[in-house]
């Protein structure tokens, strides 16, 4: 027999049965995460390409270049979807920070930032 539960209230003097509230159970679920997520075959190719040491990924150089890959793919994205505005505004975004880098590394060294232009076919 299940139990219920009585509620006094205020109102009237009678006690009302309150209703029996259903608890579920949640499921555990484990999922497995690897602690560090490993750049795609594509993505590892340019790095090691534009790298300036072992290891490095951070550098203004490797930065450049995975920009300018991600700035080809949203340009050739683009031209199929001329009204996609959203990837425009995001394409902007990586255009406006590839600059950015740009500026830094022409300002810290000019020999580097023109190498690495000739290498990505960049203008300047």
């Not at 006690?15 to 750049?39: T, Y």
């Not at 009204?83 to 022409?106: A, C």
């Amino acid at each position: 027999m299940p139990r219920t539960k009585i509620v006094k209230t205020t109102k009237s003097k009678k006690a009302v049965p309150a209703k029996a509230k259903k608890i579920k159970k949640a499921k555990v679920v484990e999922e497995v995460v690897s602690p560090v997520a490993l750049p795609s075959a594509e993505k590892q190719e340019v790095i090691s390409k534009f790298q300036v040491k072992a290891g490095d990924t951070g550098s203004p150089e490797v930065q450049v270049a995975l920009l300018t890959k991600r700035i080809e793919k949203l340009a050739g994205h683009l031209k199929s979807n001329p009204s996609d505005n959203h990837s425009r505004r995001g394409l902007l975004g990586i255009v406006s920070k590839r600059r950015r880098l740009l500026n830094y590394l022409e300002k810290k060294d000019t020999g580097r930032s023109k190498e690495l232009s000739q290498k990505l076919g960049l203008a300047k």
